[in-house]
């Protein structure tokens, strides 16, 4: 038996205005809208029929500042950075976005921002909506407007967050729980990360992070390799880096 389309869309929606259970965190919600889009796309020929599927490697430009702004996205598998730089050419990274995430509003009319643009964290697979086609999409689908929200409000807590380490922390504390929070599968091992992808993270020089690993690796917390840093005291890293568990 096929989905109820609309009634898959009504689910996944009410999970956060409806709701009345405590929710598990914006990541899973985001995943509810892999699983809705992945199905309307099975099953409603007119859906799929406007979208393009693109794959980006590690390290390559997902969108243009004037893509963001003619295009809707939605980050399928993956990570996408969104970056933006200044006079001197700095880069920052201002958000990580996880599968789910829908971005470019853009192309829905609103108001961009010229200096915004998307780079693959690591391997990816995104959903491209012309403009043309975005601001009807979202009203005829509810789930791409619930989406984006969603990504509002995840762009918005990790800006609280990095702000929160600017004011707080030093930037050894801060590259040490970024090194804790890379390493997503508890394996003690980052891979294919640069010194520069972390220095863009922080909003510093890469020199500056180059630096601060090496007194890392002096005190014994880690281990250096090409695109690759091995933790080897992770619980002092947490200390260091002010990431306590409750």
Same mark, same amino acid.
């Given at each position: ?6 009634? =898959?869309?009504?689910? *996944? ?8 259970? /405590? ?77 789910? *995430? ?9 108001? !961009? ?5 998307? #780079? *693959? ?10 403009? !043309? ?30 702000? #929160?380490?600017? *004011?707080?922390?030093?930037? /050894? ?33 890469? #020199? ?7 007194? =890392? ?30």
């Amino acid at each position: 038996m096929k989905t109820n389309l609309r009634e =898959f869309q009504n689910i *996944a929606t009410a999970g956060v205005f409806n709701s009345t259970q /405590p929710q598990t965190g914006g990541n899973l919600r985001l995943n509810s809208v892999t699983q809705t889009l992945t199905a309307l796309r099975e099953e409603d020929p007119a859906f799929d029929k406007v979208i393009v599927t693109q794959r980006f490697e590690r390290g390559r430009l997902v969108a243009s500042a004037e893509a963001m702004a003619s295009r809707m996205f939605v980050l399928m598998s993956g990570r996408v950075n969104l970056l933006c730089t200044n006079n001197e050419g700095r880069r920052l990274v201002i958000a990580t976005l996880e599968p789910g *995430a829908i971005f470019g509003e853009g192309a829905l009319g609103t108001t !961009s921002d010229p200096n915004v643009f998307a #780079e *693959a964290a690591e391997d990816s697979a995104v959903w491209t909506i012309p403009a !043309s086609e975005a601001r009807s999409m979202t009203m005829q689908y509810p789930i791409l407007g619930w989406g984006m929200l969603q990504t509002y409000g995840m762009r918005l807590m990790q800006v609280e967050n990095s702000l #929160e380490d600017v *004011a707080y922390k030093k930037l /050894p504390e801060r590259l040490a729980a970024l090194l804790v929070e890379l390493d997503t599968d508890q394996s003690g091992t980052i891979k294919g990360v640069s010194h520069q992808a972390l220095a863009d993270r922080l909003g510093t020089y890469r #020199e500056t992070v180059s630096a601060i690993l090496r007194d =890392f690796k002096r005190q014994g917390l880690v281990e250096l390799g090409y695109r690759r840093i091995k933790l080897v005291d992770t619980e002092t890293l947490r200390d260091v880096g002010g990431l306590w568990e409750w």
